[in-house]
T-cell receptor, first 115, second 114 residues
Framework: SQTIHQWPATLVQPVGSPLSLECTVE??????LYWYRQAAGRGLQLLFY??????ISSEVPQNLSASRPQDRQFILSSKKLLLSDSGFYLC??????????????FGPGTRLTVL | AQSVTQLGSHVSVSEGALVLLRCNYS??????LFWYVQYPNQGLQLLLK??????LVKGINGFEAEFKKSETSFHLTKPSAHMSDAAEYFC????????????FGSGTQLTVLP
């Protein structure tokens, strides 16, 4: 069976510090990978998605970036955090590109607080 | 472009009462629609999905949703609420692009009263 991991689970960082959040998927190959952010009292905002190694698409201009160094690894980064980067970050994966495999499966999330 | 509107950011029901969470969508192509549930400080769990087969979709935990094209709706229902149903619920629609991104509604917080 497939599992998705995110770490760390919680993180408190000062403004201006760097960020690295990691997401890994087990039990599948060549998944589509997604990063979402959920700010307090708001819905889910898609930040980045990737259909393959080294292939990153950005949905929202911001000071965040994403990378996919390996097939089942997706990293969210920032060089300098802003207060507005606080939120709950969720990684998700989807198998393949067929419309019959549209279900996205979510990780447990990382709670980021920027002070 | 695809979009989803969830009417009612907060819904309260009594234990044993009917749960009805509303979702309306806008899509330029036949949509694939999803309902997810999120418990506090956890990721999202799939409740059910509509993928152009049966219009009445049954999911986990006794939930079901009916796709109504004429009303562009995909409301979530459960005949009898349980305390454990208290959570936030999200409706989502798939993009038509190759990456099949999801667009989520703003969510509905369900409170179940004893």
């Amino acid at each position: 069976s497939q599992t998705i991991h995110q770490w760390p689970a919680t993180l408190v960082q000062p403004v201006g510090s760097p960020l690295s959040l990691e997401c890994t998927v087990e039990g599948t190959s060549n998944p589509n990978l997604y990063w979402y952010r959920q700010a307090a009292g708001r819905g889910l905002q898609l930040l980045f998605y990737s259909v393959g190694i080294g292939q990153i698409s950005s949905e929202v201009p911001q000071n965040l970036s994403a990378s996919r160094p390996q097939d089942r690894q997706f990293i969210l980064s920032s060089k300098k955090l802003l207060l507005s980067d606080s939120g709950f970050y969720l990684c998700a994966w989807r198998k393949g590109t067929s419309i019959n495999t549209d279900t996205q499966y979510f990780g447990p999330g990382t709670r980021l607080t920027v002070l | 472009a695809q979009s989803v509107t969830q009417l009612g950011s907060h819904v309260s029901v009594s234990e044993g009462a009917l749960v009805l969470l509303r979702c309306n969508y806008s899509s330029s192509v036949p949509p694939y629609l999803f309902w997810y549930v999120q418990y506090p400080n956890q990721g999202l769990q799939l409740l059910l999905k509509y993928t152009s087969a049966a219009t009445l979709v049954k999911g986990i935990n006794g939930f079901e949703a009916e796709f109504k094209k004429s009303e562009t709706s995909f409301h979530l229902t459960k005949p009898s609420a349980h305390m454990s149903d208290a959570a936030e619920y999200f409706c989502a629609v798939t993009h038509s692009g190759s990456a099949r991104q999801l667009t989520f509604g703003s969510g509905t917080q369900l409170t179940v009263l004893p």
